[in-house]
């Protein structure tokens, strides 16, 4: 069956840095779009960022723009979430997801897959 890990979560001070990393098993991996979510208690799951099946394009949040990368290795069938600048509002579970679709999203209704989540906690 389908398999996502997130790994690279933790505690980190504002400012520092994070790299979470999502092992992909069960499906062909580069034919997924790729998407990494988060979700902060008490608020709705929300879009961080995404990147087609080639790795040739990304797309970012607003409110990680500038700061977080979005990167694949389809020889690992791996997804990778380089954060950088973190805020404490960058506090949440980080969820990687997978979309079949040709089209890259940023709704998570249209991802079929999702790993556990890893927690990412920033403090001031």
């Known amino acids: 069956q389908v398999q996502l890990v997130e790994s690279g979560g933790g505690l980190v001070q504002a400012g520092g840095s994070l790299r979470l990393s999502c092992a992909a098993s069960?499906?062909?991996?580069?034919?997924?779009?790729m998407g990494w979510f988060r979700q902060a208690p008490g608020k709705e799951r929300e879009f961080v960022a995404a990147?087609?099946?080639?790795?040739?394009?990304?797309y970012d949040a607003d409110s990680v723009k500038g700061r977080f990368t979005i990167s694949r290795d389809n020889a690992k069938s791996t997804v990778y979430l380089q954060m950088d600048s973190l805020k404490p509002e960058d506090t949440a579970v980080y969820h990687c997801?997978?979309?079949?679709?040709?089209?890259?999203?940023?709704?998570?209704?249209?991802?079929?897959?999702w790993g556990q989540g890893t927690q990412v906690t920033v403090s001031s």
């Open positions: 990147i087609n099946r080639r790795g040739t394009r990304t």
């Open positions: 997801a997978a979309d079949g679709s040709l089209a890259v999203h940023t709704r998570s209704v249209e991802y079929e897959y």
């Open positions: 069960g499906l062909t991996f580069s034919n997924y779009v």
